[in-house]
């Protein structure tokens, strides 16, 4: 009777065993001790698509010998007990929306055994281009504000140190002429008195002088048409005699709803005309300019306010430092593609208390600098509430344009229209399969 | 009554049988659920190990390029990004495990380097104190005394250089494989950099075949080619050869260097001075015994397309013996290259050697951290990476301190 009891016993303790070992599975040997199949596969993909060679290669036809090369590159590449598949599927896309994976072509080397992993990799088109629409400045307003670059051939530069007026009028046109549905070449101080007039230059379609944006590619020199602006322009009681010239460029720039640019340094500290001032320099030995001094930016601002002309040559300008350009303004970057260092030297840097004094509201592209400094605005768009705005970058020399075309661009805002990224055939999937022979 | 207890007796033997019949299965397997559980714990860290190794840069991020101390250990270039490691963080590791694998220069002054050596006369020597220790490596990874690790970083492809006799003029056989084996059909750019003595100059001369672009060679299809070089003759010239292989998007480099001194003595010893501003001392042997030699010195920039272009550096020229044992040269810190030094002795023999600036634009391995000898059970991890777009395999091992 007790070894039937005991048979019981037994019969329990041998099938509480078989459950035990039924539940208690260990992991297979690859499991427990092999290398990790899915990060080598991905080291692998990424390291040989590291020069675009892997990308090249999964957008050819199945019968180019970049495929064999691929595989000749993968089998020199992974240990020679670990077996690979790699497959390459176009990505398409529905007139439903829905995502289709085609398998477009596949190699490997050996059957894999129950246990693989894979890494995958999103492979553009090299032959692919983006293309961006950007939208037209004013389009959305009906103004079609046109574009007007100062490209003259009497005058000369200041702070553009390295560059001419007339190659950074070339790169202005380059960037910015796609946000403006007319771009204009102001090719001398003549066609500058002309259209200070209010006149036409090409009388094309689409220009329009009200509303418009025009820069000063000449950097701290501003150009000055002979006759009639040098005449009204010239103050004979103050030191810096044309001041007062600064003053009509406010007043026509607030009068046409204008936006003046200055590229760089100081706004309106020297004319310059070099036939008008042949034997006059800046006191730096460049002939053809006068200095104006900081009586230019202040007479400007009187004209931009619709004040009257005071001459005032009182410092307005600090110097911050070194300036990061503000969150926003890193957004944008990356939105129209422009990128300026983010770090720039600010040493003409307007004070804060123009914004009271002239009734203007500033859209400032970089951060404020610390105190004593956090007075100063280093770069902006000034905008005068009944009418005209002055762009003012008061970075030192050399000038980067990508901060003007910034701020402008920050200023107007205007759309960009970018092409889908997953148009039909541009995108393949790769993905890599690895196993390890040898087991189960 | 004697009845029953036999019955007892025989049931208490039969159930005793059970029971340790199956404790003992039960005991096994307990004992390989935890010995499981112990190697799976060192699989993960080295896991965690090669991920921090490949995907870190570390703390600086430029640590290897500046004489800044190091926070936080990782290898990985910045600069790039993903799977592709710094060719200057490899060279301040030190690789020698103990002092005796360090090189003292001058003899008997303390100063030791360490010694990154691809094979004679294609060294990185390395000032140790700027060098990272295995056990600070292990502090900063959070497992000092209780794992231990090795870095093994070798490239992917085995690049064979030999010359082939008989031609009456230079001939170079280049055999290349991969994971065992050969490699047909790989491009091959490559340059010699033949060492000569100028007429009338009392410095070697260094002239590269071709200039630029460099020569273009395939492997056949037993992965090797033979390269000729009709304007060196083969009557124990003095040249260093480099060749870069790629192929489907793996790549690799070779090199050989032939001197006509006979010695096995190296009579020029490039030395890193300092990482930051690249400096390198041109040193003598400084061994009392070889003779006095001048020198010729060019540092050639390695361009993403393979390409080496020469720059001018200070010092290129020189005579080092007993009175002036040593020159200073500094090369750009930021661009990997080769500095090609040859020298000549008294006698017309000559002989160069070559200082890869950047791991990988020689293919050097190296490898760091412990060793795995005597423990019973050594995880692996393995990933693939590119070192200046050279193709290398990180393998590492880790191991639990603890038993």
Not at chain 1, 2 to 8: A, C, G, N, Q, W
Not at chain 1, 73 to 88: D, E, F, G, I, K
Not at chain 1, 274 to 279: G, I, K, L, P
Not at chain 2, 207 to 236: C, E, K, L, M
Request: aromatic share 12%; with cysteine.
């Amino acid at each position: 009777m007790r070894t039937v009891e005991v048979l019981f016993v037994i019969i329990i303790l041998l099938g509480a065993l078989l459950m035990a070992i039924q539940f208690a599975v260990l992991p297979s040997p690859q499991q427990a001790f092999g290398t990790n199949l899915r990060e080598l596969s991905k080291s692998t993909v990424e390291t040989l698509d590291g020069k675009g060679i892997l990308t090249e290669t999964v957008f050819k036809n199945s019968s180019d010998p970049a495929w064999g090369d691929l595989q000749k590159a993968l089998s020199a590449s992974l240990p020679p007990n670990v077996v690979y598949n790699l497959s390459v599927y176009d990505i398409s896309t529905s007139s439903g929306g829905v995502i289709n994976y085609h398998l477009a072509n596949s190699i490997s080397d050996a059957s894999f055994g129950v246990d693989s992993e894979a890494a995958s990799l999103l492979a553009t088109s090299p032959n692919v281009t983006f293309t961006i629409t950007p939208e037209k400045v004013g389009e959305k307003t009906g103004e079609n504000n046109t574009l007007y670059i100062l490209n003259c051939n009497d005058a000369n530069g200041w702070w553009i140190v390295g560059y001419s007026a007339q190659t950074l009028a070339l790169d202005l046109h380059n960037l910015l002429s796609p946000y403006f549905q007319t771009t204009v070449l102001v090719n001398s101080t003549y066609e500058l008195g002309l259209l200070l007039d209010g006149t036409l230059l090409t009388g094309g379609d689409g220009e329009t002088v009200e509303n418009a944006v025009v820069i000063n590619t000449f950097g701290e020199s501003v150009p000055i048409p002979s006759g009639y602006y040098t005449t009204v322009g010239y103050d004979p009681d103050a030191t810096y005699k044309y001041a007062k010239y600064s003053w009509y460029l406010g007043q026509i720039t607030n009068q046409y709803n204008w936006t003046w640019v200055s590229i760089v340094g100081y706004p309106f500290y020297y004319v310059t005309n070099t036939a008008y001032f042949e034997n006059d320099h800046n006191g730096w030995g460049i002939y053809g300019m006068k200095q104006v001094n900081q009586a230019g930016v202040n007479a400007f601002l009187q004209g931009l306010s619709n004040q009257s002309y005071t001459y005032n040559a009182t410092g307005i300008t600090g110097r911050p430092g070194v300036v990061d350009l503000s969150s926003e303004a890193l957004d944008l970057c990356n939105y129209y593609g422009v990128y300026p260092a983010p770090y720039q030297t600010s040493d003409r840097a307007l004070h804060s208390s123009i914004l009271s004094t002239h009734n203007l509201v500033a859209t400032e592209i970089f951060d404020r600098a610390l105190p004593p400094n956090e007075d100063y605005i280093p770069a902006a768009t000034y905008k005068h509430t009944g009418g005209g705005a002055l762009t003012a970058i008061g970075l030192t020399r050399t000038p980067d344009i990508r901060v003007s075309v910034l701020a402008l661009l920050m200023y107007y805002r205007p759309a960009v229209y970018k092409s889908e990224f997953g148009a039909s055939c541009t995108s393949r999937l790769v993905t890599l399969q690895l196993g390890q022979q040898g087991g189960t | 009554m004697a009845g029953a207890t036999i019955d007892h007796m025989v049931a208490v033997t039969i159930l005793i049988a059970a029971l340790l019949l199956t404790m003992g299965i039960y005991n096994q397997m307990f004992a390989s659920a935890v010995a499981y559980e112990g190697n799976r714990k060192v699989a993960m860290k080295a896991v965690d190990i090669i991920n921090t190794a490949c995907l870190s840069p570390g703390n600086p991020e430029d640590w290897g390029e500046k004489n800044a101390s190091l926070l936080g250990f990782g290898l990985q270039d910045p600069q790039v990004g993903g799977y592709a490691l710094s060719p200057y963080s490899l060279m301040r590791l030190r690789t020698s495990s103990n002092d005796s694998q360090l090189v003292e220069y001058p003899p008997d002054s303390g100063l030791f380097y360490n010694n990154i050596s691809a094979n004679y006369g294609h060294d990185i020597l390395s000032p140790v104190g700027d060098c990272l220790n295995y056990t600070a490596a292990a502090k900063m990874l959070g497992i000092n005394g209780t794992y231990g690790f090795r870095l093994d970083i070798v490239p992917t492809l085995d690049v064979n250089v030999s010359q082939v006799l008989g031609y009456g003029h230079l001939v170079l056989n280049v055999e290349v494989h991969g994971s065992g084996l050969p490699l047909s059909g790989a491009a091959l750019n490559y340059y010699l950099f033949h060492i000569n003595k100028t007429a009338g100059s009392d410095y070697p001369s260094i002239t590269r075949y071709p200039t630029n672009p460099p020569g273009v060679a395939h492997t056949n299809p037993s992965g090797s080619v033979d390269i000729h070089f009709s304007n060196v003759t083969d009557d124990d010239p003095s040249y260093s050869f480099t060749v870069y292989v790629s192929l489907g998007g793996v790549t690799g480099v070779g090199y050989y260097t032939h001197n006509t001194i006979d010695s096995e003595s190296q009579y020029i010893i490039p030395l890193i001075q300092d990482f930051d501003d690249g400096k390198i001392i041109i040193a003598h042997n400084w061994d009392g015994v070889t003779p006095a030699v001048t020198y010729n010195a060019t540092f050639f920039v390695l361009t993403s397309d393979f390409q080496l272009h020469p720059i001018q550096i200070d010092n290129s020229t020189g005579l080092l013996g007993a009175e002036n044992p040593y020159n200073t040269t500094q090369v750009r810190a930021y661009e990997v290259g080769l500095l090609v030094i040859s020298y000549l002795t008294p006698e017309d023999d000559m002989g160069s050697v070559i200082l890869p600036w950047g791991i990988g634009t020689l293919g050097v391995p190296t490898s760091f951290g412990g060793d795995p000898t005597g423990y019973s059970f050594v995880a692996t991890e393995l990933r693939q990476v590119s070192i200046d777009d050279i193709s290398y395999q990180v393998k590492v091992s880790a191991w639990s301190l603890s038993g």
